[in-house]
């Protein structure tokens, strides 16, 4: 990934969580989008 898709796909993720949600529920969605769609984290088993 490029820093400029990244920056992107920082950006659209940021748009898309502005509103909030539920803490509890959507915790592990908000982490695995960040790690797979920004971060490039494909296997998240994985230490």
Do not use: P, Y
């Not at 940021?14 to 971060?39: P, S, T």
Request: proline share 0%; with cysteine; glycine share 6%.
């Amino acid at each position: 990934m490029t820093d400029a898709e990244q920056r992107e796909a920082a950006r659209q993720f940021a748009n898309k969580w502005k509103a909030g949600g539920d803490e509890k529920q959507d915790c592990h969605a908000f982490w695995i989008q960040l790690l797979q769609n920004v971060l490039g984290v494909h296997d998240k088993s994985e230490r």
